[in-house]
């Protein structure tokens, strides 16, 4: 199995950020509204990504772009997006937080050693 780098130093789980376990669990397993197949169409360096799904391009925000190009290149750009859990899946196994509003994000937050 191929692996990519490790997660973006960040200690948030709000939009756009790290995802959270149960919200993955959640998003994966949601029988009512499954993930839908799509593609990954573009992602830019501040983090801002398209992909097309179900016949529409959608736009999210992530705050780890480097990371989700790696997932997504290991599926050739297939992805999956969960919009009620706000994740995009890529790679197989790997799961980001979509922030759905791409211009109302707040930086990244490292708690510091003391």
Same mark, same amino acid.
């Given at each position: 199995?191929?692996?990519?780098?490790?997660?973006?130093?960040?200690?948030?789980?709000?939009?756009?950020?790290?995802?959270?376990?149960?919200?993955?669990?959640?998003?994966?397993?949601?029988?009512?509204?499954?993930?839908?197949?799509?593609?990954?169409?573009?992602?830019?360096?501040?983090?801002?990504?398209?992909?097309?799904?179900?016949?529409?391009?959608?736009?999210?925000?992530?705050?780890?772009?480097?990371?989700?190009?790696?997932?997504?290149?290991?599926?050739?750009?297939?992805? &999956?997006?969960?919009?009620?859990? &706000?994740?995009?899946?890529?790679?197989?196994?790997?799961?980001?937080?979509?922030?759905?509003?791409?211009?109302?994000?707040?930086?990244?937050?490292?708690?510091?050693?003391?």
């Amino acid at each position: 199995m191929s692996s990519i780098r490790a997660p973006r130093p960040c200690d948030l789980y709000s939009a756009g950020h790290n995802p959270h376990w149960i919200q993955i669990s959640k998003g994966a397993n949601d029988l009512a509204d499954p993930p839908q197949w799509g593609r990954l169409l573009n992602v830019s360096s501040d983090g801002l990504v398209c992909f097309e799904v179900g016949g529409q391009v959608k736009q999210i925000w992530n705050h780890d772009p480097l990371r989700l190009i790696e997932a997504a290149a290991l599926s050739s750009g297939r992805i &999956r997006y969960q919009k009620r859990w &706000r994740l995009l899946f890529a790679g197989g196994s790997y799961a980001f937080c979509a922030n759905t509003l791409p211009y109302e994000h707040v930086p990244c937050k490292v708690r510091r050693a003391i």
